[in-house]
C-alpha cells in the first residue's frame, strides 16, 4: 500500500530541505516496517479509535509496531534541521 508523508508546522524551511526530511522519514519508516505500513499504521487507528482490547493477537502486534517505527522515522527526518516544537510527519494512505 501507498503512502505519502508530509512535513508539518516547521515554518521557515526551504522546501529543498523539507523535501529531503520527508525522503528520509519514508525511507526509514519502509525499512522498519517493510511492505506493511498501510496495515500497520490501520492497526494503530484502529487501536486509538476502538481501543487495543478489542483488537486480536494480530492486530495488537501490528498497532503495536507504529509508534516506535514513527519515532524512528521522525528522528531521521528531523535530523540536522534543529528543533521545532510543533512539528510533525504527516502519514496518509493512498
Known sequence: MTFTAKLREFPG????YIATA???FRA?????????VGRVLKAYSSAA???IEEMNEDERALA???????????SAGFRDLGAA?????????G
Open 49 to 51: 479509535e476502538s481501543g
Open 85 to 93: 516544537d510543533e512539528a510533525y510527519f504527516e502519514v496518509r494512505l
Open 13 to 16: 524551511l526551504p522546501p529543498d
Open 64 to 74: 503495536s509496531a507504529w509508534p516506535k517505527a514513527y519515532e524512528k522515522a521522525k
Open 22 to 24: 520527508e525522503k528520509r
Open 28 to 36: 526509514t519508516l519502509e525499512k522498519e516496517l517493510g511492505d506493511n
